[in-house]
């Protein structure tokens, strides 16, 4: 499957900004998408993840309450809402695919296929 995200860009603390990630050529019923970040310095982080099939979401604490993934069907495509945004949410953001096989989601090594990064910028 093949991962193309969007949506970064500058946004204040306290703001919110959505990102987008589109997927294909694959049966996406059989996958997770996650979404990851990477801030400069510093290692790729799980932010969230949803599985294609019955839609399950799950989040990491930093961003419970504040982040929301979904995704359409019809558009192949998964949503990463955020807001409350703050200046430590600012990194390079990426999408990535697995096959739902029993591991964590939050295990960026599971994932095998991975869009190109998407800046978020968060200013105080």
């Known amino acids: 499957v093949q991962l193309q995200a969007s949506g970064g860009g500058l946004v204040q603390a306290g703001g919110s900004l959505g990102l987008s990630c589109v997927a294909s050529?694959?049966?996406?019923?059989?996958?997770?998408i996650g979404w990851f970040r990477q801030a400069p310095g510093k290692e790729r982080e799980y932010v969230a993840a949803i599985r294609w099939s019955g839609g399950m979401t799950g989040y990491a604490e930093s961003v419970k309450g504040r982040f929301a993934v979904s995704k359409t069907n019809a558009k192949n495509t998964v949503y990463l809402q955020m807001n409350s945004l703050k200046p430590e949410d600012a990194a390079v953001y990426y999408c990535?695919?697995?096959?739902?096989?029993?591991?964590?989601?939050?295990?960026?090594?599971?994932?095998?296929?991975w869009g190109q990064g998407t800046q978020v910028t968060v200013s105080s």
């Open positions: 990535a695919a697995k096959i739902q096989d029993g591991s964590r989601w939050s295990d960026s090594s599971t994932y095998g296929n």
């Open positions: 050529g694959g049966l996406l019923s059989r996958y997770v």
